[in-house]
């Protein structure tokens, strides 16, 4: 089980980005897909899920209207298409999955208790 995250990058505030998940020897479509971040010295956060079978979603706060997570069946893979970047979405972004999980909830966007994790992206938001 394997999630390879990309497209991390530097960007001016206000810029845009599109981070992928791609998920490999597994098909993603039959669980929960999350992305999580962690800032310099702070605790790491959930900013976006997706669920399997309806596909509903879920945000942070912060990045609500900004954020736009979707899947790619043909693809295996999630995207989360984030613009108009702040500074303070500066973060490790990570994409995350469970098998016992196919419903997003605010429980595990809060906790994070996902069995398989990718390797983070890095995105730095700057002028």
């Known amino acids: 089980v394997q999630l390879q995250a990309s497209g991390g990058g530097s960007v001016q505030p206000g810029g845009s980005l599109r981070l992928s998940c791609q998920a490999l020897n597994f098909n993603s479509d039959y669980y929960a897909i999350a992305w999580f971040r962690q800032a310099p010295g702070k605790e790491r956060e959930g900013v976006s899920c997706i669920s399997s079978s309806d596909r509903s979603t879920l945000y942070a706060d912060s990045v609500k209207g900004r954020f736009t997570i979707s899947r790619d069946s043909a693809k295996n893979t999630v995207y989360l298409q984030m613009n108009s970047l702040k500074p303070e979405d500066t973060a490790v972004y990570y994409c995350?999955?469970?098998?016992?999980?196919?419903?997003?909830?605010?429980?595990?966007?809060?906790?994070?208790?996902?069995?398989?994790w990718g390797k983070g992206t890095l995105v730095t938001v700057s002028s």
């Open positions: 995350a999955t469970d098998f016992e999980v196919g419903v997003c909830t605010q429980s595990l966007m809060k906790f994070g208790n996902m069995d398989y």
